[in-house]
C-alpha cells in the first residue's frame, strides 16, 4: 500500500540551529501539504503546493520557515533559526488533487525537539 | 481564534457500548467536515466526512451527524472495540477553492475491555 514518507522520524536540535525535514508524497498525487501539530493541539496547516507551486502559505512563519518542491514530488521543509516554541510535530500529507473531497493522506511525521 | 472545537479532552467507554465524540464549530463558510483517527507514531487516518447538504452519514460502525443550526458535529461509533482507543480529530472545510482543513484540538477516546 502506498504511503507519504518523512524523515527525519526524530530530531532534537539547540535554538538558533538549522533543521531540515523531507517528504515523499504517495505517487502521482499532485497536492502536498506541511502541517505543524503542537502537543494538545490539532494540526495546523504550514503550507500547501500544488505540483510544484504554492497555493497556500499563510500561516507559514515566512521569516524562519522556508518550503519547496522544486520537481512536484517530494518536498523539504526547513527552520533557520530553530526557536523553543518550534518544538512540535511536522507532518507531511498528500492528496490526488487539491479541494477538501479529495482525501489528505498524512505521514508518521517528524518529532522536533528544540533545547 | 479556534474556528473548530472538541471540548472534551478525553473520553472512556466500555467496549461495546456507545462512544460520542463532539465538534462544534464558528466559521459559517464550513460545508464539509472530517474526522481522522489517530494512533501513537502514525499519521492521521480519514475516517468518515459529511458534506453541508447532508445531516447523516455512516460507514459500519461509525455514524457522523451534522447539525447545522447549531454549528455542531458528533461521530458515534457503536459498538466500541478497544481497537478504537486513540485520538479522534475533527476537520472543517469551505471557503476556499484549495481544501484547506481546519482540525480541532482531539479527543483522546479509550474503549476499556
Known amino acids: 500500500e502506498a504511503e507519504v514518507a518523512q524523515s527525519p522520524r526524530y530530531k532534537i536540535t539547540e535554538k538558533s540551529q538549522a533543521v531540515a525535514f523531507w517528504c515523499d508524497p504517495i505517487s502521482g498525487h499532485a497536492t502536498l501539504y506541511w502541517y505543524r501539530q503542537i502537543l494538545g493541539q490539532g494540526p495546523e496547516l504550514l503550507v500547501q503546493f500544488q505540483d510544484e507551486s504554492v497555493v497556500d502559505d499563510s500561516q507559514l512563519p515566512k521569516d524562519r520557515f522556508s518550503a519547496e518542491r522544486l520537481k512536484g514530488v517530494d518536498s523539504t521543509l526547513k527552520i533557520q533559526p530553530a526557536e523553543l516554541g518550534d518544538s512540535a510535530m511536522y507532518l507531511c500529507?498528500?492528496?490526488?488533487?487539491?479541494?477538501?473531497?479529495?482525501?489528505?493522506?498524512f505521514g508518521p511525521g517528524t518529532r522536533l525537539t528544540v533545547l | 481564534d479556534q474556528q473548530v472545537k472538541q471540548n472534551s479532552p478525553s473520553l472512556s467507554v466500555q467496549e461495546g457500548r456507545i462512544s460520542i465524540l463532539n465538534c462544534d464549530y464558528t466559521?459559517?463558510?464550513?460545508?464539509?467536515f472530517l474526522w481522522y483517527k489517530k494512533y501513537p507514531a502514525e499519521g492521521p487516518t480519514f475516517l468518515i466526512s459529511?458534506?453541508?447538504?447532508?445531516d447523516k452519514n455512516e460507514d459500519g460502525r461509525f455514524t457522523v451527524f451534522l447539525n447545522k443550526s447549531a454549528k455542531h458535529l458528533s461521530l458515534h461509533i457503536v459498538p466500541s472495540q478497544p481497537g478504537d482507543s486513540a485520538v479522534y480529530f475533527c476537520a472543517a472545510a469551505g471557503g476556499t477553492s484549495y481544501g484547506k482543513l481546519t482540525f480541532g484540538q482531539g479527543t483522546i477516546l479509550t474503549v476499556h475491555p
Open positions: 500529507a498528500s492528496s490526488l488533487y487539491a479541494g477538501a473531497y479529495n482525501e489528505q493522506f
Open positions: 459529511i458534506s453541508s447538504i447532508k
Open positions: 466559521n459559517s463558510m464550513f460545508d464539509y
